[in-house]
T-cell receptor, first 114, second 112 residues
Framework: EAGVVQSPRYKIIEKKQPVAFWCNPI?????LYWYLQNLGQGPELLIR????????DSQLPKDRFSAERLKGVDSTLKIQPAELGDSAVYLC????????????FGEGSRLTVL | GENVEQHPSTLSVQEGDSAVIKCTYS??????FPWYKQELGKGPQLIID?????GEKKDQRIAVTLNKTAKHFSLHITETQPEDSAVYFC???????????FGTGTRLQVFP
């Protein structure tokens, strides 16, 4: 079974430029998460989707960040414009329906903003 | 909201020794406590978890204990091996929002 797939793995951009990250969750997983991981820190939730619906986006900086999961499968996270402080790893995770608890993470997209 | 503190931030042990990582949480309504292992360049991977109705859980060389009264839980790795070297994160799921809050991580190094 394929795991959570994220792309790109690495992205280097200049500040004020836009960037987008893509995530394809494990087949059949209804819940999708985007996490931010700063260097030396634990993941922090940005947004959680149940199918197409964003059920928790309280930590998403909505002035510059946006996300979508139009057909309830893959998802895109966008930053526009990027700032120096956005340099981090953006992790996508998915989980099946029901309270299994376990999150399945992708390998992450490492963003460097110059 | 929930706050999870994790100690130590780094831990070095000799191969074969035991390693213990401790976490405390603030929300007494938290009900689920997983531990994730993150290797360099990879995403975190669940290694063991425990729910609030259980005090201890073991899976081969790994065990987790939970003290609900004191609001702390610990990861125990016995007979450590070099491949156990990684960053370990504890987490707690909040009782009201179902959000998973992660600790700051422990970098474990196992020397041969």
């Amino acid at each position: 079974e394929a795991g959570v797939v994220q792309s790109p793995r690495y992205k280097i951009i200049e500040k004020k430029q836009p960037v987008a990250f893509w995530c394809n969750p494990i087949s059949g997983h209804n819940t999708l998460y985007w996490y931010l991981q700063n260097l030396g820190q634990g993941p922090e939730l940005l947004i959680r989707y149940e199918n197409e619906e964003a059920v928790d986006d309280s930590q998403l900086p909505k002035d510059r960040f946006s996300a979508e999961r139009l057909k309830g499968v893959d998802s895109t996270l966008k930053i526009q414009p990027a700032e120096l402080g956005d340099s981090a790893v953006y992790l996508c995770a998915s989980s099946p329906q029901g309270d299994t608890g376990e999150l399945f993470f992708g390998e992450g997209s490492r963003l460097t903003v110059l | 909201g929930e706050n999870v503190e994790q100690h130590p931030s780094t831990l070095s042990v000799q191969e074969g020794d035991s390693a213990v990582i401790k976490c405390t949480y603030s929300d007494s309504a938290s009900n689920y406590f997983p531990w994730y292992k993150q290797e360099l360049g990879k995403g975190p991977q669940l290694i063991i978890d425990i729910r609030s109705n259980v005090g201890e859980k073991k899976d081969q060389r790994i065990a987790v204990t939970l003290n609900k009264t004191a609001k702390h839980f610990s990861l125990h790795i016995t007979e450590t091996q070099p491949e156990d070297s990684a960053v370990y994160f504890c987490a707690a799921r909040t009782g009201d929002t179902d959000k998973l809050i992660f600790g700051t991580g422990t970098r474990l190094q196992v020397f041969p």
